[in-house]
């Protein structure tokens, strides 16, 4: 997804403009027995758990994403890049492997919580605490390549169509913008798998939880956006990811016991409050249909 514009100008030092972490995103609160952060939680920001249970599904799913892309990080041509936005970095994985691969280059990190950085880091790493429903405050033309990964469970359904063009905005001429989104609309390719089903359930109560949050069908129009925002030459793919180990081909039985253990996680962390807070579900009622979709996720059977 490439950018045509002049030439960008020098960029600024990137701990410019910064100012001191603000308590308040340091904040966190309980529910069922999982943290949360609190200013995402009261602003609706983004509504899984920021524990160290969820920590560690973060470093799995990266994983399961390392195998499935074949271990490239960055798709398009970009042999030197000098400066890297990455939105939404979580845990760091990604934006540390990038800086770590390119030395040279300034990598600049954006999240909304800063518990979950690692405590060591690349020199060529700088992580910044903000919330990306807001404007972005960088200089225009600032990046060769943005970075936008899972961000749909975090940006408002109101803000994506100027979220893309935030990025569009401070990506250089001939730089490029890398998005990665999980649609959570569960299918099987037999077609066993059915509205009466859990795992089918699940994601229509998920769907249902963050109806006028969050856009979670925006990967269906991700390339639409793009090239409303200005961009060219996008190219879009829809790759399916196994539950688990089902598949005759090696290749992608392989990534499917990898995820396994994520979206045993997954089923509970992304739908453990929007399912109780937001749909008032009783919470056995959630533990129960979470129990049976992990079933249902982990047979071989359906072929999800």
Known sequence: MARQAPLSPHPNHPEENTAELDERYLETVFYHNREYQQYAISNLSYLAPTDEDEIERLHIMHDVLSRTFDGRLIFPPL????????CGYGTASWASEVAEQHPRCEVIGVDINPS?????MPENLYLQVDDLNRRFT????NFDLVHSQMMAPGIHSTRWRHYLQDIFR???GGGWCQM???YFNVQSDNGSLTDAHALQQWSSRYLESMEGLKDLRVPLRLANLMRDAGFVDVE???????????STDQREYEIGVANRENVQRLLSSMALYPFTERLGMPIQDAHLLIARARLEADNPAFKV
């Open 116 to 120: 979950m950085q690692p405590e060591e």
């Open 170 to 172: 401070v990506t250089r």
């Open 180 to 182: 990665v989104e999980l």
């Open 236 to 246: 879009h793919r829809i790759i399916p990811l196994h539950t688990c180990g089902w």
């Open 138 to 141: 960088f200089p225009s033309h």
């Open 79 to 86: 042999p030197r890049p000098r400066r890297i936005l990455d």
